[in-house]
Antibody, heavy 122, light 113 residues
């Protein structure tokens, strides 16, 4: 059974770059069957999908964040990462990593990390 | 982007009674070639990540109690909790995974009356 764990700074200054890593255990990030996602949730608000990446590096991003987001995968470390540049207070949120199968089409995320709160403040 | 809406925003139901949540997508999430609706339901309790309950609009995830059921097709969907239990107090989200960007509904908070 897959387990995902987010890690990274809990506090980021405005205009700087938010960087998070999701470490995968119980399975290989190199599996062609999976896509790996980042999703965020501002305090007290709903869920926002940020983007997905395959083991080979194919990425999909939500348009509203596309200019500031980079998702990458490191198969040697069995983890994938999120970078969000030029952050503002509006980027304060719990950031989740998740995984879902891609077979003959998309499927919903069925494995999630516990989430990590990132606060943007000076 | 496909916009997801949910109703009501919140509801309070007596223990053992039925709870019904509606979800609507701005365009169809039915893939006609395989007749599958790319619609999922998640349950989120405070301080926890979302938990997948239902996918393909009506298929229960393994281990999900059968009091949870999903129905609907195209653009209109429903999550029903047939007999509300105390542990069902949570926020419920629908999500379309028909196309990127995957989008969630705003959530429906379910409480005990």
């Amino acid at each position: 059974q897959l387990q995902l764990q987010e890690s990274g700074p809990g506090l980021v200054k405005p205009s700087e770059t938010l960087s998070l890593t999701c470490t995968v255990s119980g399975g290989s990030i190199s599996s062609s069957r999976f896509y790996w996602d980042w999703i965020r949730q501002p305090p007290g608000k709903g869920l926002e999908w940020i983007g997905s990446i395959s083991y080979s590096g194919t990425t999909y991003y939500t348009p509203s964040l596309k200019s500031r987001v980079t998702i990458s995968v490191d198969t040697s470390k069995n983890h994938f990462s999120l970078k969000l540049s030029s952050v503002t207070a509006a980027d304060t949120a719990v950031y989740y990593c998740a995984s879902h199968l891609y077979t003959s089409g998309w499927t919903p995320a069925d494995y999630w990390g516990q989430g990590t709160l990132v606060t943007v403040s000076s | 982007d496909i916009v997801m809406t949910q109703s009501p925003d919140s509801l309070a139901v007596s223990l053992g009674e039925r709870a019904t949540i509606n979800c609507k997508s701005s365009q169809s999430v039915l893939y006609t070639s395989n007749n599958k609706n790319f619609l999922a339901w998640y349950q989120q309790k405070p301080g926890q990540p979302p938990k997948l309950l239902i996918y393909w609009a009506s298929t229960r995830e393994s281990g999900v109690p059968d009091r949870f059921s999903g129905s609907g097709s195209g653009t209109d969907f429903t999550l029903t909790i047939s007999s509300l239990q105390a542990e069902d107090v949570a926020v419920y989200y629908c999500q379309q995974y028909y196309t990127t960007p995957f989008t969630f509904g705003p959530g429906t908070k379910v409480d005990i009356k």
